[in-house]
Each structure stands twice: as C-alpha cells, then as structure tokens.
C-alpha cells in the first residue's frame, strides 16, 4: 500500500511535469521563437516519457493488489460475455443429457441466446 502511495505521488508529479513542458511550449510555439520550441518540444517528449512510464508502473502494482483476473472481468465486457456463454453452453449440455460432440453447437447455441438476449 506504502508502495502505492509513492507510485500515485511519482505519477502525478510527473503529470505536472509534462503538463508546465507543454504549456512552455505553446507559449513558445505562440510566440514564433522556433529555435526554443524546438528544444522545449525536446523536454515535452522527455517529459511524455518519464509520465507514460510513471503510469504504467502505477497500473503493474495496481494490477497486482486488484488482481489482474478480477480487475479484467469487472472491466472487459468481452470477458463477462465470454464467461457467461461458457456458462450458458454447459447448462444447454447438461440440459441435453451431455452428448458427446456437441460443444461446437451448444457454444454457437448459446452466442445467438446471448445475441438475442441483448437485443
């Protein structure tokens, strides 16, 4: 949790970072000095680095408290669709005495019950 704090702490300074770069290079950019915007377009994408690098250290050690597994179904929809037409495809084999070779139908069986159903 301490870890994270810092993480959050280093994420948001190097946010603020980035955001006083690119408001210096507009002004520089409104202003017509070319020789300076380009170095300050220099800083804005060492700055965009060091940021981008920030969050994505942010999001592994989210990741890793939340749980990748149960942060990716409670934010993919694809997945909790997927999840429940496997759910669906079993009942509709179990329902039918469990066959064999008949996973291929129960699945496409259970997308258009799942299609139909969002409609």
């Known amino acids: 949790m301490k870890e994270n704090r810092q993480l959050w702490v280093d994420y948001r300074a190097t946010w603020q970072d980035f955001a006083k770069k690119l408001d210096r290079l507009q002004i520089l950019v409104e202003s017509g000095r070319r020789e300076a915007a380009a170095t300050a377009f220099l800083e804005v994408e060492e700055a965009r680095l060091r940021h981008n690098a920030a969050r994505d250290k942010l999001a592994r050690a989210l990741d890793r408290t939340i749980g990748i597994a149960d942060q990716t179904?409670?934010?993919?929809?694809?997945?909790?669709?997927?999840?429940?037409?496997?759910?669906?495809?079993?009942?509709?084999?179990?329902?039918?005495?469990?066959?064999e070779n008949s996973a291929?139908?129960?699945?496409?069986?259970?997308?258009?019950?799942?299609?139909s159903a969002a409609m």
Do not use: M
Not at 77 to 87: F, L, Q, Y
Not at 104 to 115: C, H, I, K, Q, V
């Open 104 to 115: 291929e139908s129960d699945w496409r069986r259970a997308e258009n019950l799942f299609r």
């Open 73 to 99: 179904a409670a934010t993919s929809g694809a997945v909790a669709a997927e999840h429940r037409i496997r759910d669906t495809a079993r009942r509709i084999w179990e329902f039918a005495g469990r066959p």
